[in-house]
């Protein structure tokens, strides 16, 4: 059975790290390894994850780095992982018990894919939320769905190792929207392998997040990294037509709301960008 590295980055969690690892110690096959990267906690997180390693049969592997954001975490946590197979664990979600299994199983019987994904379960405050049809996950060729959306959930992914060496790793200039800018990059060369079940828990809604610090400027950091994609990815004509039309439109979208919020000379730019690539 192919080795599998638990990465789960956190910052200032300590509510919610301790269920996230017992959901990797729960599972119904044992990772290799867990490594826990603390991004500048200033909370519990040292001692919270000392007294869980000293009862573990699993290693964990704690790393500590100052505040650089959730990228530049989970590459620290790609550098050091050791096995074949890498799945990430945001700190405020966690697993159904046999999701390491499931997924390991689907890669074994893949071995052409090189990045699965699972579908998820959404709790806000407790509540089960019920997706719209545009945020369920899809399997194999997903760029079009990803230009739209970030329609991957960061929980539900495991990678073989050799993806990181053909596309790099995740963007650290970003503080939001490195899992969007990553998943382009993934998807406009590989098919992604969809486990059909709902094996990760996502719990949302909490003004800690990062998606919520940054809901305002996610749109800015999306048309940025499809620009990126235009200009430095080979992408075919279809892809490059696709890339093409969703820039148009992002940017068209935001400049409009800039404009309307009081924000003309920013609206005027993405104006510009839409006029460009028109």
């Known amino acids: 059975m192919t080795a599998i590295s638990?990465?789960?980055?956190?910052?200032?969690?300590?509510?919610?790290?301790?269920?996230?690892?017992?959901s990797v110690l729960?599972?119904?096959?044992?990772?290799?390894?867990?490594?826990?990267?603390?991004?500048?906690?200033?909370?519990?997180?040292?001692?919270?994850?000392?007294?869980?390693?000293?009862h573990s049969a699993i290693p964990i592997y704690f790393f500590y780095q100052e505040n650089m954001g959730p990228a530049a975490a989970r590459n620290l946590g790609i550098l050091r992982a050791q096995s074949e197979l890498?799945?990430?664990?945001?700190?405020?979600d966690h697993w159904r018990k046999d999701k390491l299994a499931q997924?390991?199983?689907?890669?074994?019987?893949?071995?052409?894919?090189?990045?699965?994904?699972?579908?998820?379960?959404?709790?806000?405050?407790?509540?089960?939320?019920?997706?719209?049809?545009?945020?369920?996950?899809?399997?194999?060729?997903?760029?079009?769905?990803c230009l739209q959306l970030c329609t991957v959930g960061m929980s539900t992914v495991m990678v073989r190792k050799e993806l990181f060496t053909a596309i790099g790793v995740f963007s650290p200039m970003l503080p939001c929207c490195e899992d969007y800018d990553f998943w382009l990059r993934a998807s406009s060369r590989y098919p992604f392998l969809l486990v059909d079940r709902p094996l990760t828990i996502k719990e949302g809604g909490r003004e800690d997040q990062v998606s919520c610090q940054y809901r305002i400027g996610m749109d800015k950091l999306r048309i940025h990294?499809?620009?990126?994609?235009?200009?430095?990815?080979?992408?075919?004509?279809?892809?490059?037509?696709?890339?093409?039309?969703?820039?148009?439109q992002k940017c068209l979208v935001y400049s409009r709301g800039c404009i309307k919020h009081g924000k003309g000379d920013e609206g005027a730019v993405y104006l510009d960008i839409y006029k460009k690539y028109q």
């Open 6 to 22: 638990v990465i789960i980055p956190t910052y200032n969690r300590e509510k919610f790290l301790g269920r996230a690892i017992r």
């Open 26 to 54: 729960c599972q119904t096959i044992a990772c290799s390894e867990i490594l826990v990267i603390d991004d500048g906690s200033t909370d519990q997180t040292v001692a919270l994850v000392a007294s869980l390693r000293e």
């Open 86 to 92: 890498v799945a990430f664990l945001d700190s405020d």
């Open 103 to 145: 997924q390991q199983k689907a890669m074994e019987e893949n071995p052409g894919y090189l990045i699965s994904h699972t579908r998820e379960q959404w709790l806000r405050g407790g509540v089960h939320l019920n997706q719209k049809k545009k945020h369920l996950p899809r399997h194999g060729d997903i760029f079009d769905h």
């Open 225 to 248: 990294s499809i620009m990126r994609l235009l200009e430095n990815v080979s992408l075919n004509q279809e892809q490059h037509d696709l890339a093409f039309r969703e820039l148009q």
